[in-house]
T-cell receptor, first 115, second 113 residues
Framework: DTGVSQNPRHKITKRGQNVTFRCDPISEHNRLYWYRQTLGQGPEFLTYFQNEAQLEKSRLLSDRFSAERPKGSFSTLEIQRTEQGDSAMYLC?????????????FGPGTRLLVL | AQSVTQLGSHVSVSEGALVLLRCNYS??????LFWYVQYPNQGLQLLLKYTTGATLVKGINGFEAEFKKSETSFHLTKPSAHMSDAAEYFCAVISDSNYQLIWGAGTKLIIKP
């Protein structure tokens, strides 16, 4: 399977704990995106990388959130001191290097529940 | 600024009936438009996309959409609904400035037997 993969698929944590999610994009894709989706809503953009460079961060990404893509391949999204409002589906997508507005392909998501 | 509006948070059709999910967009540049489908507790799967060229776009699972510039619309249709089509459908436009997808609020498609 050469699609986008995300781990873990589900995470339950207690408020105040730190969590880290991983995304492995399609291998030849150089752009990687993180989105957050709450129940009944469309996804909201969080951040994106071109290779290892983080080029944009949404205002939604508070200082408790950090994302990395150290070697331009997989990416991690860490949430520190989780709050109940962080409960959501975290989606990762990747796109190929052709053109400026290419198609984004999504992983299955990581569903986070903060108790 | 670009935006997407999906009319109807829920659409209910009978099995075998026509499916029509509405999407209108605003964009100051020629848009790249997408429809994605999301099944419960799963990620988003690309149904179809419009970039340039032919305005009638065919996608997977028998869906198609027509780009109408004069109406700023990109409605999704399927001639005959199947029970397996029950899911949430999202219309999106890609930003012309930073490549992020700008999403509609989604339409939940309910199929009645």
């Amino acid at each position: 399977d050469t699609g986008v993969s995300q781990n873990p698929r589900h995470k339950i944590t207690k408020r105040g704990q730190n969590v880290t999610f991983r995304c492995d994009p399609i291998s030849e894709h150089n752009r990687l995106y993180w989105y957050r989706q709450t129940l009944g809503q469309g996804p909201e953009f969080l951040t994106y990388f071109q290779n290892e460079a983080q080029l944009e961060k949404s205002r939604l990404l508070s200082d408790r959130f950090s994302a990395e893509r150290p070697k331009g391949s997989f990416s991690t999204l860490e949430i520190q001191r989780t709050e109940q409002g962080d409960s959501a589906m975290y989606l990762c997508a990747s796109s190929s290097p052709q053109g400026n507005r290419e198609t984004q392909y999504f992983g299955p998501g990581t569903r986070l529940l903060v108790l | 600024a670009q935006s997407v509006t999906q009319l109807g948070s829920h659409v209910s059709v009978s099995e075998g009936a026509l499916v029509l999910l509405r999407c209108n967009y605003s964009s100051s540049v020629p848009p790249y438009l997408f429809w994605y489908v999301q099944y419960p507790n799963q990620g988003l799967q690309l149904l179809l996309k419009y970039t340039t060229g032919a305005t009638l776009v065919k996608g997977i699972n028998g869906f198609e959409a027509e780009f109408k510039k004069s109406e700023t619309s990109f409605h999704l249709t399927k001639p005959s609904a199947h029970m397996s089509d029950a899911a949430e459908y999202f219309c999106a436009v890609i930003s012309d400035s930073n490549y992020q997808l700008i999403w509609g609020a989604g339409t939940k498609l309910i199929i009645k037997p």
